[in-house]
């Protein structure tokens, strides 16, 4: 803690008061009981992720791949946020927030009490499905769906209106996440493996911008090599307690 705080302390006012960008990934949801996708528990563990993931392991596979969905979405809807999105909430309430970026599906920062307008889901929600053959039909969940593969009203079936591998991220969410990466902000990484692109970029963009970096991981990455910061641990953890040290210097 003692590194984090003299960072802190040394960071430019206005870099934390122009409001914070967090990019968030998988790790951040490992302490509500959910899974990251890659590593030894990970679920990319037994199959490959195109077939779990991708237009064309769906087209090949709709039980296994709605199996897998439905599987998560009971965790997701059985789980709950963790110390790490309500961290974001107090950053929040404090005028400290500008951004959530996450590329997770489990819909807990909203359920934690972040405000809708500040989070992009820029790879979907689990918490949602679409026609597949793009007939319009979409459904909400609150639980998971007890029958799976689920069926659309047209005949086809829906799949979860997540973003998968090959399929382009929605441009508004990416642009407005690409804009954030500049010099005037303090961008920090939770939980993310950065190997997955477009977002494993943002970081880049954002060192090359002049911003700076901070990473909450277990374990060094790519993000950690440029970060500015690398808080190595379990960001459960240590996030909380720097949002309490920047909240107590910053209110
Ligand atoms: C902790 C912790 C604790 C654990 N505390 N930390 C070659 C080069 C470059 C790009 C490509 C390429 N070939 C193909 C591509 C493009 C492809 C891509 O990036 N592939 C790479 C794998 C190489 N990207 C795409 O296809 C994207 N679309 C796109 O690019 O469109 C343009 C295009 C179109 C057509 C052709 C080519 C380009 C779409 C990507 C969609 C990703 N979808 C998924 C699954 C769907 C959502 C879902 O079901 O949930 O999204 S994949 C999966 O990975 C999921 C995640 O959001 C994403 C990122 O994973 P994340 O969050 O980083 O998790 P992990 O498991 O990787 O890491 C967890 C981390 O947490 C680890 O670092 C741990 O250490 C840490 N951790 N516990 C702190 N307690
Ligand atoms: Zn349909």
Same mark, same amino acid.
């Given at each position: ?22 990019? /968030? ?41 709605? #199996? ?57 929600? /689990? ?10 039909? $979409? ?27 090959? #399929? ?20 920090? $990484?939770?939980? $993310?493996?950065? /190997? ?56």
């Amino acid at each position: 803690m003692e590194n984090i705080k003299k960072f802190v302390d040394e960071l430019d006012r206005d870099l934390i008061s122009n409001g914070m960008v967090f990019i /968030i990934g998988a790790g951040a949801s490992v302490a509500s009981g959910l899974k990251t996708f890659r590593g030894e528990e990970g679920h990319y563990k037994d199959h490959r992720p195109e077939d779990l993931a991708s237009a064309y392991g769906f087209m090949r596979d709709p039980d296994l791949v709605w #199996e897998w969905y439905q599987m998560r979405m009971r965790k997701v809807f059985d789980a709950k946020p963790n110390a790490i999105h309500n961290a974001l909430v107090d950053l929040e309430k404090h005028n400290l927030l500008d951004t959530i970026i996450t590329q997770n599906v489990d819909g807990f920062h909203h359920r934690a009490g972040s405000s809708l307008d500040k989070i992009v889901e820029i790879h979907g929600t /689990i918490t949602k499905s679409h026609c597949f053959d793009n007939c319009g039909e $979409t459904i909400d969940y609150v639980a998971a769906p007890d029958e799976v593969p689920v069926k659309c009203k047209c005949g086809g079936l829906q799949r979860p209106s997540v973003v998968w591998f090959g #399929e382009t991220l929605n441009s508004d969410d990416l642009i407005r996440s690409q804009n954030r990466m500049m010099r005037d902000r303090l961008v920090v $990484t939770i939980g $993310t493996s950065g /190997i997955v692109y477009p977002v494993a970029a943002l970081p880049f963009i954002a060192k090359q911008n002049g911003a700076t970096v901070i990473d909450f991981n277990l374990e060094a990455s790519s993000i950690s090599e440029i970060a500015d910061l690398f808080v190595e641990g379990p960001a459960e953890k240590t996030f909380p307690e720097f949002a309490e040290y920047v909240i107590s210097l910053y209110q």
